[in-house]
């Protein structure tokens, strides 16, 4: 089993940046790719993005791309995500999640493991 903590959200003004964190313990492994989906109130879950075990591969969802970077520092078992040039839209629950694969999959069913989730609020 892999154990997911996220931290990190809060609320924000549009324009503002956020950095979030997901740190993860247990049986961790080489293969795991990381990522990050969202879910905001009434909506289904969204794939943010995510990233190889390498740090080689990197893949954004559309909504994200250029204000969004993903990182992982495999030595703390954590993986980062700055999020700048903030809106509104971006207001979800944050999800941190590991897949037992060594490949990108940006299907929520592709995920083997989820932390708690972390809320970020971007206010107008």
């Known amino acids: 089993q892999v154990q997911l903590v996220e931290s990190g959200g809060g609320l924000v003004q549009t324009g503002g940046s956020l950095r979030l964190s997901c740190t993860a313990s247990?049986?961790?492994?080489?293969?795991?790719?990381m990522g990050w989906f969202r879910q905001a109130p009434g909506q289904e879950r969204e794939f943010v993005t995510a990233?190889?075990?390498?740090?080689?591969?990197?893949y954004y969802g559309d909504s994200v791309k250029g204000r969004f970077t993903i990182s992982r520092d495999n030595a703390k078992n954590t993986m980062y995500l700055q999020m700048n040039s903030l809106k509104p839209e971006d207001t979800a629950v944050y999800y941190c999640?590991?897949?037992?694969?060594?490949?990108?999959?940006?299907?929520?069913?592709?995920?083997?493991?989820w932390g708690q989730g972390t809320q970020v609020t971007v206010s107008s």
């Open positions: 247990g049986r961790t492994s080489s293969r795991y790719v």
């Open positions: 999640a590991a897949r037992d694969r060594p490949w990108i999959d940006t299907s929520v069913n592709a995920y083997d493991y």
């Open positions: 990233i190889t075990w390498s740090s080689k591969n990197t």
